[in-house]
């Protein structure tokens, strides 16, 4: 550019690199960060939108069996094809654990039938190759890369069976994080009759209507879209947000801190600009073109690097939601202009928020001031009292939201608050807290230490406070998920009290109880009914348990708040109606023990409500009632489980499970052990978690990355004061000492401030944000060392970032440090 009041402006980072790096972190990341988490969610919903995907072709209707385990007649299906149902293609799917890539997703299909769902007669012939080259099995290459998978290569099962040879298709032919083969190689590896499910192209009202008359007892025709799957996944996208968008503000910190320090450090050569004759329009044009050009190497640079950080959380997110809900999410996503628009708003509204004070600052002081070097540092204090005072207003509204009606919303808005209030408050705490040192101790030298720390913080302030926010956000998430997952795990054990749990059919619950209770290592068989009924009022069906009169039973089921009688009165016999509730659906509907209600119109009205469980396992409504009540509702139409007391001997658990699956003919997920639940259950806990984790780090990462540069950068602007104290006789050990006391003495009060702000984050995560969100309360648990791993990692960046001037500076002559610093 020829403009000369631009170029004089802009030769500033010729001189001080550094802040390039920093404007560029701050802004690219956070942007980076949000675009991921926005590109994350907008694929998920794309591919609910989708329904089931095969061949390109969405199958957005499927026919099941509603008891776990039971499958869907194969006459069925040709019944349904000699009606002229070619849209509809059987379909099976099956979990298989491999020694080369753990868990993968086994999809059965028949190549025959899905040959009219081809776009093109090469798409015809590899289908059929399916059928010609015998086990070969279908790969997406994207999950081949993400699998470290190779074309061609054999899977071994963790029975010791061979399979394969992998084919990479392109990823549009394959949908998600699945495995496609022939209909046959999956019925040799899991032999039995009929289909998991039969998936139906477009349905019109009509045909829908006809199916489901058609449908025996057991089989539903249900749909696979969003109006199913966006409901329950909700919280889990607003949770995404909410950390994308913390990272972003992080990112604008570091930003608002580079920005700052730039203007901050050309106060005197804009000083001598306007005293040159440059108007202020002038100077404000040249510092606005500025500000766009790092707009939109900002806006630009994030969406590129949000787009490769969604490709890298989209398995994860995958395997999340296939395991909570049997979502099947794409593994790829595209840019989307909606991103770059949503980023390219909310960056400049950020941009405006961070350097409109600064640059407004800047142009309207007077020349003669701008060129009294360090004019704006010596007032600082002055910008620290009005951000004090915008923080009381944001802890003010804090408190009103936290006394008026709680939401998830409203916790979103709480946390916000709060975050915000503590960032700008901090600065001031530092600088009265450095100011009222220098002035109560009596050394002067320790006077002079901490009035120099108060006057630094001009340029260290605003990186300090982002470090400290990003280490408030990581210490509270991490205390909220270990938190989260030690109540999960303590649930878990007290729920799975039984050694063995069978999910038989309908028919065969009696000869499967008849024939355990038989056994001598067989203490006690538990009953579970179960069914599902229509909730007008909500989205999701209420589900009605049934539950036994035993003392086992009543300690297997943990209660959160009861009447003293509570279980007398579930089973006692007689007109009253008594139920027990979920916490979810407690809270939903703000019901209390006690309280009588009116249930959907199938259970009728008048319940009373004997007490409210913990159950952090169901996204769905959730009552029990007694066995005989059950019975008179339902008389055994619904989905029962046995739960097979047999004293944890492992060696008779094992073979009781092999025993009933011979005896009664059923399958591995009909017959499962108490600690094969548990692993599962909580690697599926760990997998939701894991994006929220990589975020946090993430943000950390950018936080201390931009508070290593600030800080570098910083120092290095105080490089003549340094140079004048080492003329003045200071040895290199006193500098050291000097800039690391300081930055240890900013880093130690910021931990301080930041450690309490994380624990009260997770306490306002757990008691607003996760109650309602997903309906679920629980105890605080601390995690000193994790908390100690962190602060000490962060402190440690801080101190390396502060030794490195310093040694650049006592690696030369005192004078030559002099003149560059001039």
Request: charged share 15%.
């Amino acid at each position: 550019m020829h403009n000369p009041v631009f170029n004089a402006l802009w030769g500033h980072y010729r001189r001080h690199p550094l802040q390039m790096v920093l404007l560029l972190l701050g802004l690219i990341m956070g942007i980076a960060l949000l675009v991921g988490v926005l590109a994350v969610n907008q694929q998920a919903r794309s591919s609910y939108r989708a329904g089931e995907m095969l061949f390109k072709t969405p199958f957005r209707y499927a026919i099941r069996h509603e008891q776990a385990g039971m499958t869907v007649p194969q006459g069925l299906y040709i019944q349904l094809r000699r009606m002229g149902y070619t849209q509809c293609v059987p379909y099976e799917m099956h979990r298989i654990e491999t020694a080369e890539a753990g868990t993968l997703t086994l999809v059965g299909i028949d190549p025959l039938v899905m040959l009219p769902f081809s776009s093109s007669s090469s798409e015809s012939i590899q289908s059929v190759t399916l059928i010609q080259t015998p086990g070969q099995i279908w790969i997406s290459r994207q999950l081949a890369q993400i699998k470290q998978l190779s074309d061609g290569q054999r899977l071994t099962l963790n029975t010791g069976r061979e399979i394969g040879r992998l084919a990479l298709v392109d990823d549009d032919r394959i949908h998600g994080a699945r495995l496609l083969a022939d209909m046959g190689l999956v019925r040799q590896l899991f032999p039995r009759s009929g289909f998991n499910a039969v998936f139906c192209g477009q349905l019109s009202p009509d045909e829908q209507q006809d199916i489901r008359q058609l449908l025996p007892g057991g089989l539903t025709l249900t749909k696979n879209d969003h109006a199913h799957l966006e409901p329950l996944t909700r919280a889990f996208h607003l949770n995404l947000f909410a950390m994308g968008m913390l990272a972003f503000i992080v990112g604008l910190f570091i930003f608002y801190q580079a920005m700052s320090l730039s203007l901050t450090q050309r106060q005197f050569l804009v000083g001598l600009l306007c005293q040159s004759g440059v108007s202020g329009s002038q100077l404000a044009k040249a510092l606005g073109i500025e500000l766009v050009l790092w707009l939109v190497i900002g806006v630009v640079g994030g969406n590129v690097l949000g787009l490769f950080l969604a490709q890298k959380l989209l398995p994860s997110v995958a395997t999340t939601l296939s395991d909570l809900y049997q979502a099947n999410i794409a593994l790829t996503t595209g840019w989307h202009w909606q991103w770059g628009a949503l980023s390219l708003v909310i960056a400049l509204g950020g941009t405006v928020m961070a350097c409109g004070w600064p640059l407004v600052r800047l142009i309207r002081t007077q020349p003669a001031r701008l060129t009294a070097h360090m004019t704006m540092v010596r007032g600082s204090w002055r910008e620290f009292i009005w951000q004090a005072l915008v923080a009381a207003l944001f802890i003010l509204m804090a408190v009103v939201i936290y006394f008026l009606e709680h939401n998830q919303f409203a916790g979103f808005v709480l946390i916000g608050c709060l975050l915000a209030a503590a960032g700008l408050l901090m600065p001031f705490l530092l600088w009265a807290a450095f100011k009222g040192l220098a002035k109560w101790l009596r050394s002067p030298r320790l006077r002079w230490f901490f009035s120099d720390a108060a006057a630094s913080l001009s340029y260290r302030g605003v990186a300090a406070m982002a470090f400290m926010l990003a280490l408030a956000a990581t210490i509270g998430m991490d205390t909220m998920v270990g938190s989260f997952r030690q109540a999960t795990q303590n649930w878990l054990g007290q729920r799975l009290a039984a050694d063995v749990y069978v999910q038989p059919s309908t028919h065969q619950a009696t000869s499967v109880d008849r024939w355990a209770v038989r056994q001598p290592q067989v203490k006690a068989v538990w009953w579970r009914w179960r069914n599902e009924v229509a909730d007008a009022r909500h989205e999701q069906p209420l589900q009605v348990f049934s539950i036994g009169e035993s003392a086992g039973e009543q300690r297997s089921l943990p209660m959160k708040e009861a009447l003293d009688d509570y279980w007398s009165l579930l089973h006692r016999q007689g007109p009253d109606k008594v139920f027990l509730a979920s916490e979810s659906l407690a809270l939903r509907n703000q019901w209390q023990p006690g309280q009588t209600v009116d249930l959907p119109p199938r259970l009728g009205q008048g319940w009373r409500l004997a007490g409210i469980y913990y159950d952090y396992g169901n996204p769905y409504g959730q009552i029990f009632v007694s066995e005989p009540v059950w019975q008179q509702l339902f008389h055994r139409e619904g989905k029962v489980s046995l739960a097979i007391h047999l004293g944890h001997d492992n060696k008779a658990i094992q073979m009781m499970m092999d025993q009933i699956q011979k005896r009664f003919g059923l399958k591995a997920n009909q017959v499962r052990d108490h600690s094969q639940i548990m692993h599962q259950a909580m690697a599926v806990f760990d997998r939701t978690f894991i994006v929220t984790a990589t975020l946090g780090k993430l943000t950390l990462f950018v936080a201390v990355g931009g508070l290593f540069i600030a800080t570098i950068a910083g120092e290095i602007s105080r490089q003549r004061q340094f140079a004048l104290l080492r003329c003045m006789g200071m040895t290199g050990k006193e500098l050291a000492l000097l800039g690391g006391g300081q930055l240890l003495a900013i880093g130690a009060m910021t931990a301080l401030i930041a450690l309490p702000l994380g624990l009260l984050l997770a306490q306002l995560l757990i008691d607003v944000v996760l109650k309602y969100s997903f309906g679920w309360t629980m105890p605080v648990r601390f995690f000193p060392w994790q908390y100690l791993f962190s602060l000490g990692t962060a402190l440690a960046a801080l101190l390396l970032a502060g030794a490195w001037p310093v040694w650049r500076l006592v690696r030369r002559s005192a004078m030559l440090s002099l003149r560059e610093a001039f």
